[in-house]
């Protein structure tokens, strides 16, 4: 139902939401979406003045990449749908930068020499949403449309109070909760997703580690085992609570047709599932 995109390429991703901005909004600035892919990448690859390229293994570029293509296409079929309050021009601008910086807090300054970024696992939202204020105010974005992007950043906190996030408008709002559910469904979707369990493990080990005696608020795991036996659970109790009931079931605009049609990435995400759980019950029992 979906054009393949590899999300490894970074200009396959590009290609394909320059493609559904220029569907949605043909009047649009055909220089915004290169632009904004141009700036998210020279930040992951270390081009951005005071910041190194991003360490983090699991929360790299790909995965923001991920997430960036499920949000075009959420948005599209929000779109085609006709939801209301309609999308704007400048909010689908907005979210796609908010959406490409959501990351943005695993990196780490030119100074810092110990680890890598996933130790900022607990305080990574809050250092996006300063990291975008900081390039958005650069490139010369008005307070409120960086405060916009921020709180659609915010959004992907994994124990974010939504309630407490002053969104400037019903479709901000709705915005950032379509952000949500595409940080989520774009990575667990993914063909590698279990293949890269065990980095997100090594993820959260480091981060453990760095913030010990801290509450982070990320599960802490006794092993990469224990996080993939879990992950079943985290999926059913989290992630379909989150995505249904917090962000209001915006995924289900990737439903094909909508609204009764199947969901490419709910459908992914349930084969990824469940090749997960013949994996287990093949491997030797942990010692």
């Given amino acids: 139902m979906f054009t393949r995109i590899d999300t490894k390429q970074p200009t396959e991703v590009e290609v394909e939401v320059q493609r559904i901005y220029r569907s949605l909004f043909p009047e649009g600035d055909r220089s915004l979406v290169p632009r904004a892919f141009g700036w998210a990448t020279d930040c992951f690859l270390g081009n951005f003045a005071g910041f190194q390229a991003i360490d983090a293994r699991y929360h790299d570029l790909e995965h923001t990449l991920q997430g960036t293509l499920c949000l075009a296409r959420l948005l599209l079929g929000r779109a085609q749908a006709g939801a209301q309050p309609p999308l704007t021009r400048k909010m689908f601008e907005l ?70 996030i002053e969104f400037g408008s019903e479709l901000e709002k709705l915005v950032g909760f379509a952000l949500g559910s595409a940080d989520l469904l774009g990575q667990m979707a993914a063909d590698d997703y279990v293949d890269k369990l065990p980095i997100l493990f090594q993820e959260f080990e480091e981060s453990a580690r760095f913030n010990e005696g801290i509450s982070s608020n990320v599960g802490i795991f006794a092993s990469a085992d224990e996080l993939m036996r879990k992950t079943p659970l985290f999926y059913k109790f989290y992630v379909q609570k989150k995505i249904n009931d917090d962000f209001l079931g915006q995924y289900k605009y990737l439903n094909h047709p909508y609204p009764d049609g199947p969901n490419w990435y709910i459908q992914k995400i349930e084969a990824n599932l469940e090749r997960l759980r013949r994996k287990l019950e093949q491997a030797p029992p942990a010692s």
């Fill in 95 to 164: 979210a796609l930068l908010a959406i490409l910086l959501h990351d943005t807090g695993y990196l780490k300054t030119t100074e810092d020499t110990e680890g890598t970024g996933a130790k900022y696992t607990p305080i990574h939202v809050d250092r996006s949403a300063q990291f975008a204020a900081l390039l958005l105010g650069e490139k010369g974005y008005t307070a409120a449309e960086i405060k916009a992007v921020q709180n659609m950043i915010h959004c992907t906190g994994i124990n974010v109070d939504l309630a407490k």
